[in-house]
């Protein structure tokens, strides 16, 4: 079977495993990347993040369903941390969102980290990709609950939005400054919790000092206020994501995103062959001698690179 | 001395509850025990139709879809939920059931294609080693086969 063509169909079947390849850094996953390249870059990519418990799983629920008023079909990527020690994870995400189980409009995954930081998963990119492919018009990805700096989600997503709640006590820790430079569109859900203006005014304070360093025409982040639980405040947000989508349409940023994410790949499968590749030549004395502490582990390093650029020089 | 591949395989495992009994203490401990393995757990949900499982062990790609049971009804929905997957073309996935299953049921649910009933009082420890080495089993098959 071609499994490439029957993703690019949107069988749903292919594309799930296709993803696992990808997941599981199956040789196999790569091929299929390069024969639907073509056919992405046409999803709007969607990150939600914010702190744990802000109730990001529930807010991805509504939204599924407002995109799918709308006529959207709509892919999910669930991203949820995995044990360092053991590599287990539990997914749970999905249970919040189990009402579209039988949505055959809605594609559901729940990833682990798998050893990757920053909020995503290790094939997170590639993944987005295939639902890209598969004809989602919306992939939204949900990232694990994030602290300060784990924001790999705005260099994949189009739109990134924050989820902030009220009362999670300093209101600093709520949205850490990493977040609030790189959102979007920014959301307070729970909102019917005490606290909830003063989340509002600290927000407002913040995004008015972000206002106050971005240059004429830049995007103005707006500041909504959602009770996910309810359904209360998607349509909201949907408009607002349309209206950054358009934004991004209209300068011409939409396509120059994609690229910048092609780019990304790009380096980091360069950086991946590249260590396989030294790692070939890595030989036990060298990791044994690094190990024993015989050798300083930057002149391991440097050693390993110096022999293998003397192997291959670079073609011109 | 090994250097770690870049790349891992977990197993992946499917845990839902079919029907609608809300006992989730087993399925927890289930879960954990699994992760502590370096499983891949996912969750689908309380209360779920088979047909909902069913589009999630697709849409997931697990390798094992392990249902736990607490209430009547498992002579009709495990069932179901066996041949929804052969019919979607996702019968390559390992079926296991616990709980409350009587084993004058065990048979009927044997013949549907489940591998294995963990009746209750299971220590996941076997379960563990079960899933371990059927991975152990297939992935030997696989390399067979390539």
């Known amino acids: 079977v071609d499994l490439a063509a029957e993703l690019l169909a949107g069988k749903v079947a292919a594309g799930a495993r296709a993803i696992r390849w990808l997941d599981d850094g199956d040789a196999r996953g790569r091929d299929i990347l390069r024969q639907i390249f073509p056919a992405t870059g046409r999803a709007h990519i969607v990150g939600v993040t914010g702190p744990p418990g802000a109730g990001k799983s529930t807010l991805v629920d509504m939204l599924i369903t407002e995109q799918r008023a709308r006529g959207r079909r709509v892919g999910v990527l669930a991203i949820d941390p995995s044990s360092p020690f053991t590599g287990g994870a539990i997914l749970g995400d999905r249970v919040r969102m189990s009402r579209h189980a039988l949505d055959a409009g809605v594609f559901i995954r729940s990833m682990g980290t798998r050893g990757a930081a920053g909020g995503l998963s290790r094939a997170t990119y590639d993944a987005a990709a295939v639902l890209d492919a598969m004809g989602y018009e919306v992939v939204i990805v949900e990232t694990v609950g994030v602290g300060q700096d784990e924001i790999d989600v705005v260099a994949l997503a189009h739109s990134t939005v924050i989820v902030a709640v009220p009362g999670l006590g300093d209101e600093v820790q709520a949205v850490k400054a990493g977040l609030l430079e790189a959102g979007e569109v920014f959301v307070i859900n729970k909102a019917d919790r005490e606290g909830v203006e003063q989340t509002q005014r600290h927000l407002e304070l913040l995004l008015h000092l972000r206002a106050g360093r971005a240059g004429q025409g830049a995007w103005q982040p707006p500041l909504l206020r959602a009770i996910a639980a309810r359904g209360e405040g998607a349509a909201a947000i949907a408009d607002a994501l349309e209206a950054h989508r358009a934004h991004l349409t209209a300068s011409g940023e939409f396509v120059r995103q994609s690229g910048r994410r092609s780019e990304q790949q790009f380096l980091s499968l360069a950086r991946e062959a590249a260590l396989a590749q030294a790692l070939e030549r890595a030989t036990p004395e060298l990791l044994v001698a690094v190990r024993e502490r015989r050798i300083d582990p930057y002149s391991a390093a440097a050693r390993l690179f110096a022999a293998a650029a003397g192997a291959s020089p670079p073609a011109p | ?146």
């Open chain 2, 1 to 146: 001395v090994s250097v770690a591949a870049p790349t891992s395989r977990p197993l992946r495992v499917l845990l839902a509850k079919l029907g609608m009994d809300t006992h989730t203490v087993g399925i927890t401990v289930v879960a954990h025990a699994l992760r502590e393995a370096g499983m891949e757990v996912i969750f689908s949900g309380l209360k779920q139709t088979p047909e909902a499982v069913a589009s999630a062990a697709i849409q997931e790609d697990v390798d094992v879809v392990g249902i736990s049971s607490l209430s009547a009804g498992h002579t009709r929905s495990l069932p179901r939920l066996a041949r929804l997957l052969h019919e979607q073309g996702a019968g390559d996935k390992l079926l296991v059931a616990g709980g409350v299953i009587p084993p004058e049921d065990v048979p009927l649910l044997t013949a549907a294609g489940y591998a294995r009933i963990f009746t209750m009082g299971t220590d996941t420890r076997e379960i563990v080693a079960y899933l371990e080495n059927w991975r152990q089993q297939r992935l030997t098959a696989d390399a067979a086969v390539r």
